[in-house]
T-cell receptor
Framework: NAGVMQNPRHLVRRRGQEARLRCSPM?????VYWYRQLPEEGLKFMVY????????ESGMPKERFSAEFPKEGPSILRIQQVVRGDSAAYFCASSPRTVVSSYNEQFFGPGTRLTVL | AQSVTQPDIHITVSEGASLELRCNYSYGATPYLFWYVQSPGQGLQLLLKYFSGDTLVQGIKGFEAEFKRSQSSFNLRKPSVHWSDAAEYFCAVGGHNAGNNRKLIWGLGTSLAVNP
């Protein structure tokens, strides 16, 4: 059973370009989370999605950032008009369908390291 | 406010020595607590987790952690450190599935170096 897949592993963009980060959850998982890790910092929650729904986007910057998790295909984190401050490692995690009052482990992908020149 | 504090930014220990990494949390509901390890350039691997029950939990690679509600702490321990344990260690807290409690709140991490 393959783990969480993220691609590309490394992405270089110039200021003003768009960055598209992909995440394929583990088989059978229907919940996806995106986290950002800035240099010398811990991870910060960005967004939590289920298939075709954004459940919690409280950690997403208000502008330029968007995320989707379509019925078919991977989850996409899209950053428009990138700036140098967007340089970071972006991690995706997935978990299976859950029962209320329980908690399921989040399984992490290897991350995409975005560098903005 | 929900937060996780890892007071030690860097720790250096000798191989074979014991290890304790500190983690304190602030969380309004019943916390679910996690320790993850990140090797350089790699993703995050779960070491152990606490949901309920026995407050001393065992994890992979010989790690254990103890949940102390009165101290709001979840410190990670290992009796004898191996050189391969050198990595970044993150403590995280989350809630149960109701509402928006599924997201994990992270500490800033503790970087562990191991001397031969």
């Amino acid at each position: 059973n393959a783990g969480v897949m993220q691609n590309p592993r490394h992405l270089v963009r110039r200021r003003g370009q768009e960055a598209r980060l992909r995440c394929s959850p583990m088989k059978g998982h229907s919940h996806v989370y995106w986290y950002r890790q800035l240099p010398e910092e811990g991870l910060k929650f960005m967004v939590y999605l289920q298939k075709e729904n954004i459940i919690d986007e409280s950690g997403m910057p208000k502008e330029r950032f968007s995320a989707e998790f379509p019925k078919e295909g991977p989850s996409i984190l899209r950053i428009q008009q990138v700036v140098r401050g967007d340089s970071a490692a972006y991690f995706c995690a997935s978990s299976p369908r859950t029962v209320v009052s329980s908690y399921n482990e989040q399984f992490f992908g290897p991350g995409t390291r975005l560098t903005v020149l | 406010a929900q937060s996780v504090t890892q007071p030690d930014i860097h720790i250096t220990v000798s191989e074979g020595a014991s290890l304790e990494l500190r983690c304190n949390y602030s969380y309004g509901a019943t916390p679910y607590l996690f320790w993850y390890v990140q090797s350089p350039g790699q993703g995050l691997q779960l070491l152990l987790k606490y949901f309920s029950g026995d407050t001393l939990v065992q994890g992979i690679k010989g790690f254990e952690a103890e949940f102390k509600r009165s101290q709001s702490s979840f410190n990670l321990r290992k009796p004898s450190v191996h050189w391969s344990d050198a990595a970044e260690y993150f403590c995280a807290v989350g809630g149960h599935n109701a509402g928006n409690n599924r997201k994990l709140i992270w500490g800033l991490g503790t970087s562990l170096a191991v001397n031969p």
